[in-house]
């Protein structure tokens, strides 16, 4: 099996949608890699995995220590890692740093940015050198102290030209596609058609090119998923449902049985 090359994500600009979903660790990333064409080692596993109120504690250590073991799980879909807050900001030359030790420690293919205008500089600095580069716009979360709190964006129409400029500014800067996170429909399917690399949508509608999702969410293992997620599978429950089943086998030692219990061996002339 050959992964799927950025290139090939490129191309599907208004194409058959690109299907992507997030993950943090070998199994799951095993699971959905027959079914998706991007994994996303989201920064998200702060929130997911790690119970933090927002993504600003996740650290370059914690990406690549999930990063890597989501590249060891797959072998069809390209990995993209999330670049984590104060990772690349400060300047480019910082931000190449850190983003070579997670290609180089990870195995992933690309790394992901949040910010358009503003991280354009940034972007163009690291594709330019040889590394891919996801950007993502609208909703950017490791923002929310600044926006005060995740907040839809593109509501008004007086909105939008900052958020069109920065769809253009990615574009132009050299990202291969951008996360299009928590905007209104209308926005959505405008920055779609302004742009010549494909839009991922997150709460953007389904005018955009592919879709992205948290895997938890869609496996319903959160909490409060929010109202762009459909749950395609009711995990939490069944998790729930299998650990009160076991807690009543141990209690009435049901569990182990005999199948799950290992037999001596026969040794010659022991009786
Ligand atoms: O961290 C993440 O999971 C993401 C996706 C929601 C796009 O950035
Ligand atoms: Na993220």
């Given at each position: 099996?050959?992964?799927?090359?950025?290139?090939?994500?490129?191309?599907?600009?208004?194409?058959?949608?690109?299907?992507?979903?997030?993950?943090?660790?070998?199994?799951?990333?095993?699971?959905?890699?027959?079914?998706?064409?991007?994994?996303?080692?989201?920064?998200?596993?702060?929130?997911?995995?790690?119970?933090?109120?927002?993504?600003?504690?996740?650290?370059?250590?914690?990406?690549?220590?999930?990063?890597?073991?989501?590249?060891?799980?797959?072998?069809?879909?390209?990995?993209?890692?999330?670049?984590?807050?104060?990772?690349?900001?400060?300047?480019?030359?910082?931000?190449?740093?850190?983003?070579?030790?997670?290609?180089?420690?990870?195995?992933?293919?690309?790394?992901?940015?949040?910010?358009?205008?503003?991280?354009?500089?940034?972007?163009?600095?690291?594709?330019?050198?040889?590394?891919?580069?996801?950007?993502?716009?609208?909703?950017?979360?490791?923002?929310?102290?600044?926006?005060?709190?995740?907040?839809?964006?593109?509501?008004?129409?007086?909105?939008?030209?900052?958020?069109?400029?920065?769809?253009?500014?990615?574009?132009?800067?050299?990202?291969?596609?951008?996360?299009?996170?928590?905007?209104a429909e209308p926005l959505a399917a405008r920055?779609?058609?302004?742009?010549?690399?494909?839009?991922?949508?997150?709460?953007?509608?389904?005018?955009?090119?592919?879709?992205?999702?948290?895997?938890?969410?869609?496996?319903?293992?959160?909490?409060?998923?929010?109202?762009?997620?459909?749950?395609?599978?009711?995990m939490g429950a069944a998790i729930a449902g299998a650990a009160e089943a076991y807690?009543?086998?141990?209690?009435?030692?049901?569990?182990?049985?005999?199948?799950?219990?290992?037999?001596?061996?026969?040794?010659?002339?022991?009786?």
């Amino acid at each position: 099996v050959k992964r799927i090359t950025v290139p090939e994500i490129r191309a599907r600009k208004n194409g058959q949608p690109i299907v992507s979903l997030t993950a943090y660790h070998a199994h799951t990333a095993r699971y959905i890699d027959p079914y998706v064409d991007l994994i996303l080692v989201g920064d998200s596993l702060g929130m997911v995995m790690y119970g933090m109120e927002t993504t600003l504690g996740v650290t370059l250590d914690m990406m690549i220590a999930h990063g890597s073991a989501v590249v060891r799980g797959t072998e069809r879909a390209l990995v993209v890692v999330d670049m984590p807050f104060g990772t690349y900001e400060e300047s480019p030359q910082i931000a190449f740093r850190n983003a070579v030790r997670v290609i180089k420690e990870t195995g992933c293919t690309a790394v992901k940015v949040e910010g358009g205008a503003r991280t354009a500089e940034t972007i163009r600095y690291l594709v330019d050198r040889g590394i891919p580069v996801m950007a993502h716009i609208g909703l950017t979360p490791q923002s929310t102290q600044v926006m005060g709190g995740f907040k839809t964006q593109g509501r008004t129409k007086d909105e939008w030209a900052a958020i069109e400029e920065d769809a253009k500014a990615v574009a132009e800067a050299g990202a291969f596609a951008v996360v299009v996170e928590g905007v209104a429909e209308p926005l959505a399917a405008r920055l779609t058609g302004l742009i010549d690399i494909p839009t991922v949508g997150i709460g953007a509608s389904s005018a955009c090119d592919g879709q992205i999702l948290v895997l938890e969410d869609m496996l319903g293992l959160s909490p409060r998923p929010p109202k762009f997620v459909k749950e395609y599978a009711t995990m939490g429950a069944a998790i729930a449902g299998a650990a009160e089943a076991y807690a009543e086998e141990v209690r009435s030692r049901a569990f182990p049985a005999p199948e799950h219990t290992y037999k001596m061996k026969k040794v010659d002339g022991e009786v």
